[in-house]
């Protein structure tokens, strides 16, 4: 977990020693108005200290108090539903009535926001509040999560919202020069379709193939200066793209074999970029490299 800092308050990992600082925030009735435990308990408050602590998930992710001038004035947390399917990732943020119309929870849940979408990379970003919390939906609102429905969660009504990457920075297009067209669509052709990519648009000299907002271009093109690419010279060294588990890493490089590629750093396989890092290294007939890398985490340890 990361320490997130904002213009007026600090985000830190939460620790057995905030355990004292934290029920006291909840010690107020009012922060267990939309609950449906009454946290104002200090054995109620100390329990849900206990589930916060013993979080178990993905790197990056977990529980945070925030502090305000040295002073914890509440929680938030980005961490896999429990309420929604497929465990995705649920923004939750809650600061002390005394604090509240201040732009804090705002700003609390923004940079956590940001963390998950910018530094983690995820796909998207879940919160879940309750259908009557007007100023927590106006916190959602600001933030721009977008509201997609409701449900009975946490034991009641509920609106559901999600938060997407912003569009600016993100890649529009790549574009490859291949010496022989023929040759790129039967190695990247096949690759990319086999991760789900679909052919975009088609030219004499070239194809693309795209995927989500995203295309991938391979052009034998008339300016080209030379007949053989380097990928050790300045310039494009390799391209990375997610699979989504190890098994199918294992599957692709095995069936590349047939579809022009070679296995690179096969000696190392499947750890030549570090013990954590999953990947298969691919070279195709014009010395383009990929790198296939699986999305999951490593397995859990029984």
Same mark, same amino acid.
């Given at each position: ?26 010690? /107020? ?5 939309? %609950? ?5 308990? +200090? ?12 979080? /178990? ?32 990732? *649920?923004?939750?943020?809650? #600061? ?32 879940? =509040? ?10 959602? &609102? ?8 409701? @449900? ?9 919202? =999600?938060?997407? +990457? ?11 020069? =291949?010496? $022989? ?7 990247? @052709? ?9 052919? %975009?648009?088609?030219?004499? $000299? ?6 989500? &907002? ?28 997610? =699979? $989504? ?21 096969? /000696? ?5 970029? @570090? +013990? ?8 195709? *007939?014009? @010395?383009? *490299? ?10 859990? #340890?029984?």
């Amino acid at each position: 977990m990361t320490l997130l800092a904002t213009p007026r308050l600090t985000l830190r990992p939460l620790a057995e020693a905030d355990r004292e600082a934290v029920v006291e925030v909840f010690a /107020d009735p009012e922060m267990s108005r939309y %609950f449906a435990a009454d946290f104002s308990d +200090p054995a109620t408050a100390s329990a849900m200290v206990d589930r916060r602590l013993a979080y /178990d998930g993905p790197a990056g992710q977990g529980h945070w108090v925030i502090e305000r001038d040295g002073r914890v004035i509440g929680v938030a947390h980005l961490r896999p539903s429990g309420e929604l399917p497929g465990g995705v990732p *649920e923004l939750g943020y809650y #600061v002390a009535s005394a604090h509240a119309g201040q732009g804090l929870a705002t700003e609390a849940a923004r940079a956590l926001l940001d963390h998950g979408l910018g530094t983690l990379g995820l796909p998207a970003v879940w919160a879940l =509040v309750h259908e009557r919390n007007e100023a927590s939906r106006k916190v959602a &609102a600001r933030l721009g999560f977008l509201d997609v429905g409701s @449900g009975v969660h946490y034991g009641d009504l509920h609106r559901v919202l =999600v938060a997407l +990457p912003a569009v600016s920075g993100r890649p529009h297009h790549i574009e490859l020069w =291949v010496p $022989d067209l023929a040759e790129a669509e039967r190695s990247w @052709g096949w690759l990319l379709g086999e991760l789900g990519w679909r052919e %975009f648009q088609r030219w004499p $000299d070239g194809v693309s193939w795209r995927l989500g &907002a995203t295309y991938l271009v391979a052009e034998a093109s008339p300016a080209l200066t030379a007949e053989v690419h380097e990928r050790t010279r300045p310039g494009l060294n390799h391209l990375a793209l997610y =699979v $989504d588990t190890r098994a199918q890493v294992d599957d692709l490089a095995a069936r590349a074999l047939a579809h022009g590629w070679r296995p690179l750093f096969a /000696d190392r396989y499947p750890h030549a970029g @570090g +013990p954590a890092h999953y990947a298969a290294y691919l070279e195709n *007939e014009a @010395g383009f *490299e990929v790198e296939l890398v699986a999305a999951e985490g490593p397995p859990a #340890v029984e």
